[in-house]
């Protein structure tokens, strides 16, 4: 019996320090996200990071969460139900980090018989500490709990037709009517040495502006090229001109080395001190509204901006459940059942 598994990043379970410290440390400890030998990353996080951080990050959470808890986890669940209601196979939800997780998720598609699972990362690109770290742990599950169980898993869909559609369109609408001089695409940032880390060629990836937008093998692994392609094609939909756009990167942690660049929150300073007034930001490596999207870009960056200059960021929406995303998610899962049958 087939069945799926759609996979986000995760949260804490509330707000509270304690939870927000026990997310986290799940979160650094993984060896996908901060790669550093164990004893290392044990001395940073643990000796750290988590003696500060939880509490810090405990007041974001706060300024973000619902109601009904978790933006991103209601935001996942929203999408699940609606995936579920356009599909005839069983589809579940889990978070790599925190609850749901993938272990209780294989576990539920179990109970019902699932022996065939398509797991499907909600991740457009592929990188160690997302993508990659997911199936890793999938794997590590099976072979321990669901021993019969098989596997296939969603490419990185970065580029697909489908996707770049409707990312466009989640732009299209939301500029709509509004003016702005310039359209940055914000992508979560990733040290540079997962990039040559991610390199199969092991020869490719120099991260020097050139190596991207030459065709290589490396490039179905290599995070910084699909950004890249991301935010090309999404130009090309929206026929944006040369230079009306940029691709940057937020949320580094700069005491584990280099971090993939320009950065964010340099680049929106630079445009308001500037004398850019107006100015767009998309968050493409986000599907799921999140910390990173609400807080960081919605609030942090918005007042850095305006502090410094501008009048308006004006900071769109990821395409969470809406509707046309639904139906792509759903044409896939139904594309991959019926060529599983055949």
Same mark, same amino acid.
């Given at each position: 019996?087939?069945?799926?598994?759609?996979?986000?990043?995760?949260?804490?379970?509330?707000?509270?320090?304690?939870?927000?410290?026990?997310?986290?440390?799940?979160?650094?400890?993984?060896?996908?996200?901060?790669?550093?030998?164990?004893?290392?990353?044990? $001395?940073?996080?643990?000796? &750290?990071?988590?003696?500060?951080?939880?509490?810090? +990050?405990?007041?974001?959470?706060?300024?973000?969460?619902?109601?009904?808890?978790?933006?991103?986890?209601?935001?996942?669940?929203?999408?699940?139900?609606?995936?579920?209601?356009?599909?005839?196979?069983?589809?579940?939800?889990?978070?790599?980090?925190?609850?749901?997780?993938?272990?209780?998720?294989?576990?539920?598609?179990?109970?019902?018989?699932?022996?065939?699972?398509?797991?499907?990362?909600?991740?457009?690109?592929?990188?160690?500490?997302?993508?990659?770290?997911?199936?890793?742990?999938?794997?590590?599950?099976?072979?321990?709990?669901?021993?019969?169980?098989?596997?296939?898993?969603?490419?990185? $869909?970065?580029?697909?037709?489908?996707?770049?559609?409707?990312?466009?369109?989640?732009?299209?609408?939301?500029?709509?009517?509004?003016?702005?001089?310039?359209?940055?695409?914000?992508?979560?940032?990733?040290?540079?040495?997962?990039?040559?880390?991610?390199?199969?060629?092991? +020869?490719?990836?120099?991260?020097?502006?050139?190596?991207? $937008?030459?065709?290589?093998?490396?490039?179905?692994?290599?995070?910084?090229?699909?950004?890249?392609?991301? +935010?090309?094609?999404?130009?090309?939909?929206?026929?944006?001109?040369?230079?009306?756009?940029?691709?940057?990167?937020?949320?580094?942690?700069?005491?584990?080395?280099?971090?993939?660049?320009?950065?964010?929150?340099?680049? &929106?300073?630079?445009?308001?001190?500037?004398?850019?007034?107006?100015?767009? &930001?998309?968050?493409? +490596?986000?599907?799921?509204?999140?910390?990173?999207?609400?807080?960081?870009?919605?609030?942090?960056?918005?007042?850095?901006?305006?502090?410094?200059?501008?009048?308006?960021?004006?900071?769109?929406?990821?395409?969470?459940?809406?509707?046309?995303?639904?139906?792509?998610?759903?044409?896939?899962?139904?594309?991959?059942?019926?060529?599983?049958?055949?």
């Amino acid at each position: 019996m087939k069945g799926v598994l759609l996979v986000n990043l995760g949260s804490p379970d509330t707000t509270k320090t304690n939870d927000v410290r026990d997310y986290l440390d799940e979160f650094l400890m993984d060896e996908r996200v901060i790669d550093l030998p164990k004893w290392l990353r044990t $001395f940073l996080v643990k000796g &750290i990071i988590l003696k500060t951080r939880p509490k810090k +990050s405990a007041k974001a959470y706060r300024k973000i969460w619902w109601k009904e808890g978790s933006p991103l986890i209601v935001l996942s669940k929203r999408l699940q139900n609606k995936v579920q209601k356009n599909v005839s196979v069983p589809v579940e939800l889990s978070m790599r980090y925190g609850n749901p997780s993938i272990e209780a998720g294989l576990n539920a598609l179990n109970k019902l018989g699932v022996d065939d699972v398509f797991i499907i990362p909600l991740y457009p690109q592929h990188a160690m500490a997302t993508t990659e770290t997911i199936m890793v742990l999938a794997e590590e599950l099976k072979n321990k709990y669901f021993p019969k169980m098989r596997f296939t898993s969603l490419p990185s $869909f970065y580029n697909h037709p489908d996707y770049i559609r409707v990312l466009a369109n989640t732009i299209q609408e939301f500029l709509k009517g509004k003016n702005f001089e310039h359209l940055l695409f914000s992508y979560h940032g990733i040290p540079e040495r997962h990039i040559k880390k991610s390199d199969i060629t092991q +020869s490719h990836c120099k991260i020097d502006g050139k190596c991207c $937008f030459t065709e290589s093998p490396a490039h179905a692994y290599c995070y910084k090229h699909q950004c890249e392609m991301t +935010s090309l094609k999404v130009a090309e939909y929206l026929e944006l001109k040369p230079n009306t756009y940029s691709t940057i990167f937020q949320s580094r942690v700069s005491i584990i080395g280099q971090w993939l660049r320009p950065y964010t929150d340099k680049t &929106i300073e630079a445009f308001a001190k500037n004398g850019v007034k107006e100015l767009a &930001i998309a968050t493409p +490596s986000f599907v799921s509204d999140c910390l990173e999207t609400l807080e960081e870009i919605g609030m942090e960056a918005t007042e850095d901006f305006e502090d410094n200059g501008g009048k308006h960021l004006h900071v769109i929406p990821c395409i969470n459940d809406r509707d046309d995303w639904v139906k792509v998610l759903s044409r896939w899962i139904d594309e991959w059942a019926l060529n599983k049958s055949a």
